[in-house]
């Protein structure tokens, strides 16, 4: 059973850092893109930033390019998300992701529950 748990996310001021971690398990992730999502109260889910399996592409969502940055471990079938300089708009329910191939794509084949962030003004 594949699993995806988040952690790290909570309440901080703007300005603030936050580093959310994502550990996989349930299956072996070689060859898996990973990444983030998030969803803000009444909009839909949105891509954040993503990480493939050799850490050769990465990419991010232009409102977080610059202020986060994804990494990931593979010997933790782990993924993290540090966010710095957090404002209010990067409130949401942040949720882990991942998907076959070096692309996270719109649709990933798994998801975590989710952690909340929720950032201050």
């Known amino acids: ?6 952690s790290g996310g909570g ?3 703007a300005g603030s850092s936050l580093r959310l971690s994502c550990a996989a398990s349930g299956r072996t992730f070689s060859n898996y893109a990973m990444g983030w999502f998030r969803q803000a ?3 839909e889910r949105a891509f954040v930033a993503a990480i493939s399996w050799s850490r050769v592409r990465i990419s991010y969502a232009d409102s977080v390019n610059g202020r986060f940055t994804v990494s990931r471990d ?13 404002k209010p708009e990067d409130t949401a329910v942040y949720y ?4 076959p191939g070096s692309l996270l794509g719109p649709r990933p084949d798994y998801w975590g529950q989710g952690t909340q962030v929720t950032v201050s003004s």
């Open 1 to 6: 059973q594949v699993q995806l748990v988040e």
């Open 41 to 43: 109260p009444g909009k």
């Open 11 to 13: 309440l901080v001021q």
């Open 74 to 86: 593979n010997t933790k079938n782990t993924v993290y998300l540090q966010m710095n300089s957090l």
């Open 96 to 99: 882990c992701a991942a998907a």
